[in-house]
């Protein structure tokens, strides 16, 4: 690929102006994770209402995104970006302001649509406005970013929630938005790919249509018991309905002229589409690990919100220094053997966490593991990203973008919903037997109401609270045991988690060896 002059002189100012709105929106994917009690409480929301909250951000953002990207090629990078952040702003000062869980969750899928909009038109910039020699180390910040701003969400949201209110994690992307703005106006170019303005709207009706089956069958299966949702409806037909639009969508590709959605060819690519199978996997077995340690440190350690994230950002730190670093680092070493090195490290770190963790552990007996992997996801953003855009011309980066991103979003959810079942599952194997063990220290007359009490606990991922109508004696020793009951059972189910997450990552470590050789550009 020849190198082609840069849009702007000043391309890293472009980058950081972009990647503040990209940090914002990636930050609200986590941010209002830990605020579920808090706004069940003050907006009289229901438990399902609030889920949704949370579901209905990933679930339309995912939904998307092929659609966003290839938006960005038709219409120009820039654009799309200031609509998205736009969207963005102006949702989230509505669910500042929602009164209500119905007013909360219409603000909440806005935003999702805002995130969708604005996100792709960062790697189809980078792809424009820096030379091939630059694009390691831009995609280093890329990285850093992607790694950095989910663990900060609990972090910044448990202070919020401390001194200003649920409110503000929402208020507060108000004023960066708009500073986002301003700035992208000022300083961001025009950029286009130079192809038609034509859009395949036919493709987009069945991506959308196709996608939507398949994800909320993903995020809403458990919740249904993968069973019916609504008369002759089930999560599974939902699924199956999905894959067959998907499947159509791909045949209308191939006969699609002019400019399609998702154009093939971009598969005739090896990197492109080995590293969309990298990716894929990397992000299922990447959802193990936070979904895992959160749920560990506050249900069985008993940490806040606030203190499990300060736990887990030393591994964050790493993560965003490694990938800043690696950046730099692919311009001498190929970075088909990082990512191959980083993906390595992940399951080496999983490993270590399987051997080191159990019921009592502390904050500092995680921190090994932690560390391995916070190398190991600094080793893998930045090269993951390279490769798989490596060889795509600069016409078909929005596609190639959103298509890439929207496949690694199905493996997150997919990783969260077969991961989450696998825990959830080997965690109601273990607890009856524990529970039976920690039952013989009770009087009799607990025995029976201890075991049910755990059971019902473990639906929820939580240690069982006594009884009312206890003495102090009784109720210490019932809750006491119930702890390390669920604690200890919690630590089995977590190792089996990571076991499984270490093998998919060992096989997504193993396709490295079928990239292609890249091409040294400078």
């Known amino acids: 690929m020849t190198e082609a002059k840069p849009v702007t002189q000043r391309p890293w100012l472009v980058l950081a102006v972009l990647c503040a709105g990209f940090f914002m929106a990636l930050l609200d994917g986590t941010i209002v994770n830990i605020a579920v009690p808090t706004l069940i409480r003050n907006i009289d929301a229901s438990y399902s209402q609030v889920l949704w909250v949370l579901d209905a951000y990933l679930l339309i953002f995912s939904v998307l995104l092929v659609t966003t990207g290839r938006l960005g090629d038709v219409f120009g990078y820039r654009r799309l970006f200031l609509i998205g952040i736009t969207v963005f702003t102006v949702a989230s000062a509505l ?20 995130t969708a909009l604005l996100f792709p038109q960062v790697i189809s910039s980078i792809l424009t406005i820096f030379p091939p020699h630059q694009r390691g180390r831009a995609f280093g910040l890329f990285g850093a970013i992607a790694g950095l701003a989910p663990v900060c969400g609990p972090i910044v949201g448990g202070f919020l929630l401390a001194h200003a209110g649920w409110r503000w994690i929402f208020f507060i992307n108000i004023p960066i938005g708009v500073g986002t703005i301003v700035l992208t106006l000022l300083y961001a170019p025009a950029m286009r790919s130079g192809g038609t303005r034509s859009l395949d709207l036919t493709g987009v009706a069945l991506a959308t249509a ?36 998907l499947v159509l969508f791909v045949l ?29 996997v990397f992000y299922a077995g990447m959802m193990a690990i936070p979904f895992a340690l959160v749920l560990y440190l506050q249900s069985a350690r008993g940490y806040s ?27 001498r070493i190929e970075a088909r053997y990082i990512l191959m090195s980083g993906l390595g490290l992940l399951a080496a770190g999983l490993l270590v966490l399987t051997f ?9 007996g995680l921190l090994p593991g932690l560390i391995v992997i916070g190398l190991g996801n600094g080793a893998t953003y930045t090269p993951l990203q390279q490769v798989t855009m490596h060889g795509v011309q600069p016409h078909l980066a929005g596609a190639a973008s959103g298509t890439a ?11 969260m919903a077969v991961l989450g079942a696998l825990l959830s599952a080997r965690l109601n194997a273990a607890l009856p037997a524990e ?24 639906e929820h991922f939580s240690p069982p609270s006594p009884p009312g109508g206890l003495g102090a004696g009784d109720a210490a020793l019932f809750q006491r045991l119930g702890h390390e009951a669920f604690t200890t059972s919690f630590s089995t189910a977590m190792h089996a988690t990571f076991l499984a997450a270490a093998a998919i990552l060992i096989a997504a470590t193993a396709c490295c060896a079928l990239l292609a050789k890249q091409r040294k550009t400078g």
Request: net charge neutral.
């Open 356 to 364: 080191t963790t159990g019921p009592d552990t502390s904050a500092w």
């Open 405 to 415: 991103n929207t496949i690694r979003q199905i493996g997150t959810v997919l990783g």
């Open 435 to 458: 529970a039976g063990r920690q039952a013989a220290q009770l009087p009799a007359h607990l025995r029976e109401a201890f075991m049910t009490a755990t059971a019902r606990g473990a």
């Open 252 to 280: 209308w590709q191939r006969r699609a002229e002019n400019e399609p959605l998702m154009p093939l060819a971009l598969f005739a690519t090896r990197n492109f589409t080995v590293g969309n199978g990298i990716g894929f």
């Open 305 to 331: 919100p606030l203190e499990t994230g300060l736990v887990l950002l030393p591994g964050a730190i790493v993560t965003a220094i490694g990938s800043a670093c690696t950046g730099r680092l692919t311009e």
């Open 210 to 245: 196709g996608l939507t089956g398949v994800v909320f069958g993903l995020i809403e299966g458990e919740r249904y018991d993968w069973g019916t949702i609504a008369g002759p409806i089930t999560i599974g037909s939902v699924i199956a309905a999905g894959v067959v639009l």
């Open 95 to 114: 669910c500042g302001l929602a009164t209500s869980g119905s007013q909360l969750l219409a603000a909440r899928v806005l935003q999702g649509v805002g």
